[in-house]
């Protein structure tokens, strides 16, 4: 299954602001994860169509999530980042060539369909189970300390 790049950097970015007291503007955020700000604030505006997070305003705006990290799973963010098409789209290749089934045949999916949509239900279920909580805590028990040194480098506080 392909992901678009903004996937990796929305999920990183909801992960920083499930951890952020206050609300971070699209610069840092972009700083933070060395990617192009433009491109950050094209996904931020989809987390945020989505409901998944809420756009300050002011000179002290940014983003803020709308929930606790512990009720936004990855699936959550996948969604608002490449939508709800499933990755595979069965398109009944059995009407076609020399031994065409009857539209009557194909009223059931095929093993390959339903191969895929299990597998995409697995996929699903997998990412559900994981909230940015569950990443943070990941996250902090691989690198004890590293989000204190995060939330001192956004609140502009030198690192030492």
Known sequence: MKMSAGVEWAVHSCA????????????????LHGVSKTYLAKHMQALSHSGLVQAIEGRDGGYLLTRSGSEISV?????????????????????????????????????????????????????????LADLNAAFDASSPGSWETVRGWLAGTPTP
């Open 16 to 31: 920083i602001l499930s951890a952020a007291t206050e609300p971070v503007p699209v610069t840092k955020l972009a700083e």
């Open 75 to 131: 699936y959550d963010i996948v969604q608002a980042i490449d939508g709800p098409e499933p990755a595979f789209r069965c398109t009944e290749i059995r009407q076609r060539g020399p031994f065409p089934a009857s539209a009557e045949a194909c009223k059931v999916p095929c093993g390959i369909a339903q191969v895929m949509a299990k597998a995409e239900r697995a996929w699903g279920d997998s990412l559900r189970s994981v909230t």
